[in-house]
T-cell receptor
Framework: ELKVEQNPLFLSMQEGKNYTIYCNYS?????LYWYRQDPGKSLESLFV?????AVKQEGRLMASLDTKARLSTLHITAAVHDLSATYFC?????????????FGKGTKLSVKP | DSGVTQTPKHLITATGQRVTLRCSPR?????VYWYQQSLDQGLQFLIQ???????AKGNILERFSAQQFPDLHSELNLSSLELGDSALYFC??????????????FGEGSRLTVL
């Protein structure tokens, strides 16, 4: 059974600081996503990582994928308050239904002034 | 705005009752997915429909059923409701059964409270 583990689950940061969220998944997968969710709101796709060594950046966020280690990271650079949200690491089982996304528990990020 | 529309946004009902949640996918998307988000279980895949046919099933209870209509909108029916069914139910859509990226676009969700 494919499992996704994120850490930390809670992260309180000061504005301007850097931090990394880690995501490990238990079995082989060919794709990894990062989604963002604001409280009580929908899920917004941030990054789609489709190959080993993939690195994508958008603003202050950068995501990477190491399929051999079954590890993805989400790096936050110079955090700002607007980044406060819950971030989910998501994947699918290799060969499984595309829509059967397996979500991690999420990392609740709080950026304080 | 993802383009996926869900109604109602909020629903309060009693145990034993039945409710229907509705979803309209993004224009042109043929696949619809239903997810449940609860505090104890997190986000779980329930079921997928593609162009009117069931394509994949996840952790969907027998008390729950779904369908996708010819106009591609979908409905999730929840019956014999229990307190534990209280959750946020998301609908998502994507293009073909397996798009290049597998990226899903989520609606705003329907928050169900069972009292």
């Amino acid at each position: 059974e494919l499992k996704v583990e994120q850490n930390p689950l809670f992260l309180s940061m000061q504005e301007g600081k850097n931090y990394t969220i880690y995501c490990n998944y238990s079995t082989t997968s060919d794709r990894l996503y990062w989604y963002r969710q604001d409280p009580g709101k929908s899920l917004e796709s941030l990054f789609v990582l489709l190959s080993n060594g993939a690195v994508k950046q958008e603003g202050r966020l950068m995501a990477s994928l190491d399929t051999k280690a079954r590890l993805s990271t989400l790096h936050i650079t110079a955090a700002v308050h607007d980044l406060s949200a819950t971030y989910f690491c998501v994947t699918t089982a290799l060969g499984g239904s595309q829509g059967n996304l397996i979500f991690g528990k999420g990392t609740k990020l709080s950026v304080k002034p | 705005d993802s383009g996926v529309t869900q109604t109602p946004k909020h629903l309060i009902t009693a145990t034993g009752q039945r409710v229907t949640l509705r979803c309209s996918p993004r224009s042109g998307d043929l696949s619809v997915y239903w997810y449940q988000q609860s505090l104890d279980q997190g986000l779980q895949f329930l079921i997928q429909y593609y162009n009117g046919e069931e394509r994949a099933k996840g952790n969907i209870l027998e008390r729950f059923s779904a369908q996708q209509f010819p106009d591609l909108h979908s409905e999730l029916n929840l019956s014999s409701l229990e307190l534990g069914d209280s959750a946020l139910y998301f609908c998502a859509s994507s293009t073909v059964p397996r798009s290049d990226t597998g990226e899903l676009f989520f609606g705003e969700g329907s928050r169900l409270t069972v009292l």
